[in-house]
């Protein structure tokens, strides 16, 4: 292990204006607000309702909010990684747009796509290219604009997905502060439980796709539920396990916001309190890549310098994953 590690040092956030809650569900497909409640833990989500805006826009909103707080010089970023399910276009990068729209002129730029676990990988990725001393400062975002590929006459998906953007920078740390260890894993096991049928080289957009409405998201969602649970549990106790931390050594758990029972269950098994528990899936649904970074940028004030913080993700493909990462400012 090198003895540079790599913290987060500054965050930022940005979410659309536009909010879509259960109510108005209610009358777009046959759901309710107590299902949707009780079933999610989820109230209302933002929607990037602009149609000239893409992910990209989330994403460099995103920056710019961590650009203006941490009064940072977007010249001095070495690389821009971008975590998304949902780039601006199938080929050109992402990352490429949002990285020259944010000034970050002298950094190179890719994107990262493990579904929900996006921006989990991707912290591991900054991290190392940390480490490894080579780069100095890693703007890391996670962007999505879901409402993109979400078929909102489909119950069985409308209701959970939302649109956002967060992002962190990566710095060396010499006080042993920041990225501790990583579990990270995947599966295809699960590529036909979460996906998109169409539009991808495996199966082309025709008339007929678009018709059939392939080109939005599906999900065999008790099957994911029940892989989801299982997983992020194992992963978040594992992590513990391996650093011999005990439950009172842990201050939060930063976990992907797809489901509070999802989280609730991970945390049981962690045996967290409930106040340690990041929750803001009712005001924002499932954002995918974005919503680890919107929980640290929701409860920024809160972290301590030297705070042991574990990250729990799980997604598509399947893609799972928990990172322990010790807070490295006070705010
Ligand atoms: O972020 C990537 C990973 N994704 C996830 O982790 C999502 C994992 N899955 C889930 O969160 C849950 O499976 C869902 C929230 C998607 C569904 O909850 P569930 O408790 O697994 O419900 P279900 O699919 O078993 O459906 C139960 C019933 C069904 O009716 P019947 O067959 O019992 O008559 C559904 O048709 O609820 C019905 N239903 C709905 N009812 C009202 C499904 N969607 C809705 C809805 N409103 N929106």
Redesign the pocket.
Known sequence: MSKIKAAITAVGAYVPDYVLTNEMLESM????DE??TS??GIKERRILKDPDKGTSYLGIRAAQDLIEKKGLDPAEIDLVLLASATPDLPVASTSAYVATQIGAINAFSFDIQA??SGFLYGMSTASAFIESGRYKKILLIGADKMSSVIDYTD??TC??FGDGGGAVLFEPNEEGLGLQDEYLRSDAIGRNF?KIEAGGSLKPPTEETVANREHFVT?D??T??KF?VSNMADVGERIMKRNDLESSDVDFLVA?Q??KR?IDATAKRMNLEDDKVLMNIQRYG?T?SATLPLLLSDYEKRFKKGDNIIFAA???GFTWGSIYLKWAYNS
């Open positions: 497909v046959e759901t309710n299902w949707i079933r999610t579904a929900c119950r069985t209701i959970i979460l999900q969602g008790k994911v539920f989801a992907h797809a489901n999802i499932n995918t799980f997604g598509g």
